[in-house]
């Protein structure tokens, strides 16, 4: 039982532990902590996403679905091991689960696994308030693999959670550990990961078992950008954000006052928030980011919306991508009102790390 680790403090016990960090949009600070209390912890949830893309998977648990609201998680596991943060404090992860394995967690009390939930007591507990959650990109079929790099930082974000609250790797359940009502992780033998945190814990955080010892994260580029002065964004038709402050760009990938905020091959993550004037009440603006290949749209990505309110319309959109050589991405914006609306401000922000 503990109180839960504060944003930074998580952030330093994953990196200790040699985990690859993507930070994205305002996850210090979105959570559901209005719907009911988030502690103390007592342990770890690891689940699978029933999902294929990072892309997707990164913006399905972060903003979750019209009848289970995001957050979803506190972190998604990718298939290339990166560990993606979206959410802290109480998120839709583990929901109701059975009392006498949450006993069991919390005096770490059984063998190699907990003794089985029950049906009835699938609902006994809200395990929101209780877990950490952890979503695994993996459709959950039984053959999808789980690759090395992403069991490897499976393992090493239980330890780091562990070695931080000073817990044993009984604080570690599957979902299906947790509610008869699930089966995920599907294709982990949960005894084993235990197992396998069991052992990093016997070493210091910094041991490299399992990946190569000689590997650095590179240090990412700083890139924050945003508008001299507001412009006019017209009706229905899709128009990329020309850039026109800059206030940093050590990644180099912004033209003056262009529209690409960061160019391939690169990984980046961020947000951009958006104030828009004039947008009736109820009317939408459409964002989204969209790749390019010099002036040539080659791809868009999923469909931000900005709704009219009495005070204005204002917006925060994620923006996480491994972006290709050669291309580009731009932040488009679809006016779906009747009438010529403002863009007051556009500030972005970002991470950029440079691939070879």
Not at 198 to 207: F, M
Request: aromatic content about 6%; hydrophobic content about 35%.
């Amino acid at each position: 039982m503990a109180v839960p680790l504060s944003a930074d403090r998580l952030l330093q016990a994953l990196r200790a532990e040699g985990v690859r960090v993507v930070e994205v949009g305002n996850w210090r600070t979105h959570n559901r902590n209005h719907k009911g209390a988030w502690g103390p912890v007592n342990g770890s949830l690891v689940h699978h996403t029933v999902t294929r893309g990072t892309d997707s998977t990164v913006r399905i648990v972060r903003d979750g679905y019209a009848d289970l609201p995001g957050p979803l998680c506190h972190g998604m596991i990718a298939k290339d091991g990166w560990v993606h943060l979206v959410g802290w404090g109480r998120t839709n992860h583990a929901g109701g689960g059975d009392p006498r394995v949450l006993d069991q967690v919390i005096a770490e009390s059984y063998s190699g696994r907990p003794t089985p939930p029950t049906k009835g007591n699938s609902n006994g507990v809200d395990g929101n308030a209780h877990f950490y959650g952890w979503e695994c990109e993996n459709l959950g079929d039984g053959k999808d693999s789980w690759p090395k790099a992403q069991y490897d930082a499976i393992v090493r974000v239980q330890a780091a959670l562990c070695r931080a609250h000073g817990w044993s790797a009984k604080s570690v359940i599957g979902h299906r550990e947790w509610s008869a009502d699930k089966i995920d992780p599907r294709g982990i033998d949960m005894p084993l990961l235990r197992a396998d945190v069991a052992e990093r814990l016997k070493h210091p955080a910094d041991w490299n078992h399992g990946s190569d010892p000689n590997e650095e994260d590179p240090m990412p580029d700083y890139v924050n950008l945003g508008l001299a002065k507001p412009y006019t964004l017209k009706p229905n038709v899709w128009d990329s954000i020309e850039f026109t402050q800059e206030w940093s760009d050590t990644a180099d990938g912004h033209a003056a006052g262009g529209a690409v905020f960061v160019r391939g091959a690169a990984r980046f993550t961020g947000s951009i928030s958006l104030r828009l004037d004039g947008l009736p009440v109820g009317d939408v603006v459409q964002a989204r980011m969209s790749e390019y290949e010099g002036d040539v749209h080659k791809a868009d990505h999923p469909i931000h919306e900005i709704v009219g309110t009495p005070g204005g319309a204002f917006g925060v959109v994620a923006l996480t991508k491994r972006l290709g050589k050669g291309r580009g991405m731009r932040v488009r914006l679809l006016n779906q009102s009747e009438q010529p609306i403002n863009v007051s401000s556009a500030v972005l922000t970002a991470l950029v790390w440079m691939e070879s």
